[in-house]
């Protein structure tokens, strides 16, 4: 059990830090200056003479719906447990020994997704923290040979001491907060033999 605790508390630090996403954020970069190259790129448009117009600008394209779900978003097949029906996937990220972690964040409230999770893996869980509350859900064997983290379910109120949630990290993302996150460790890929 001190293992598994240990191995939980990394988990929920890593959670909280929001560790590294394996999605590829755009890198800025640097302005050009004496030491970078400017980038050709297109003409900026300078001042009109007298006389002439200058042409409006190309209208930028809309934004892609914030509802709308990425492509890569994992589906029940990948994540090998349910996921609650109107969870949104935040991110996932590298648990280690093959193994990763995904999080969904939840309009539901923390009862109401514990009961949820009860009651379609039909198992109790357990409560390992009061404040914020988490929930787990150890399901399958663990070997420390072969996995970083114990498969199972992992729920965390994020509305606790008065927060307002979990920040949606999807800009414009609605809801703007989610009360709730879900945690989902698959167990990893057997190898073959």
Same mark, same amino acid.
């Given at each position: 059990?001190?293992?598994?605790?240990?191995?939980?508390?990394?988990?929920?630090?890593?959670?909280?830090?929001?560790?590294?996403?394996?999605?590829?954020?755009?890198?800025?970069?640097?302005? =050009? *200056?004496?030491?970078? !190259?400017?980038? %050709?790129? #297109? &003409?900026? @448009?300078?001042? +009109?003479? =007298? *006389?002439?117009?200058? !042409?409006?600008? %190309?209208? #930028? &394209?809309? @934004?892609?719906? +914030?509802?709308?779900?990425?492509?890569?978003?994992?589906?029940?097949?990948?994540?090998?447990?349910?996921?609650?029906?109107?969870?949104?996937?935040?991110?996932?990220?590298?648990?280690?020994?093959?193994?990763?972690?995904?999080?969904?964040?939840?309009?539901?409230?923390?009862?109401?997704?514990?009961?949820?999770?009860?009651?379609?893996?039909?198992?109790?869980?357990?409560?390992?923290?009061?404040?914020?509350?988490?929930?787990?859900?150890?399901?399958?064997?663990?070997?420390?040979?072969?996995?970083?983290?114990?498969?199972?379910?992992?729920?965390?109120?994020?509305?606790?001491?008065?927060?307002?949630?979990?920040?949606?990290?999807?800009?414009?993302?609605?809801?703007?907060?989610?009360?709730?996150?879900?945690?989902?460790?698959?167990?990893?890929?057997?190898?073959?033999?």
């Amino acid at each position: 059990m001190p293992r598994i605790g240990r191995r939980l508390g990394i988990a929920l630090i890593l959670l909280a830090l929001g560790g590294e996403p394996s999605v590829t954020a755009q890198v800025p970069q640097p302005f =050009p *200056g004496r030491n970078t !190259p400017a980038k %050709p790129g #297109p &003409a900026q @448009p300078g001042p +009109a003479a =007298p *006389g002439q117009t200058v !042409p409006p600008s %190309p209208a #930028p &394209a809309p @934004p892609a719906a +914030a509802s709308a779900a990425p492509e890569n978003t994992p589906n029940e097949a990948v994540v090998g447990f349910p996921i609650y029906p109107s969870a949104q996937f935040i991110a996932s990220y590298d648990a280690g020994q093959g193994q990763r972690y995904y999080l969904y964040g939840s309009e539901a409230k923390f009862p109401e997704l514990v009961k949820y999770y009860q009651t379609v893996l039909k198992v109790r869980g357990t409560l390992v923290f009061d404040a914020p509350a988490t929930h787990v859900f150890e399901i399958g064997r663990f070997r420390e040979e072969t996995m970083a983290f114990p498969p199972g379910v992992t729920i965390k109120d994020y509305t606790w001491n008065g927060s307002a949630g979990y920040l949606n990290p999807h800009r414009n993302g609605t809801p703007a907060r989610f009360p709730s996150v879900i945690q989902i460790v698959p167990a990893p890929a057997v190898p073959l033999r």
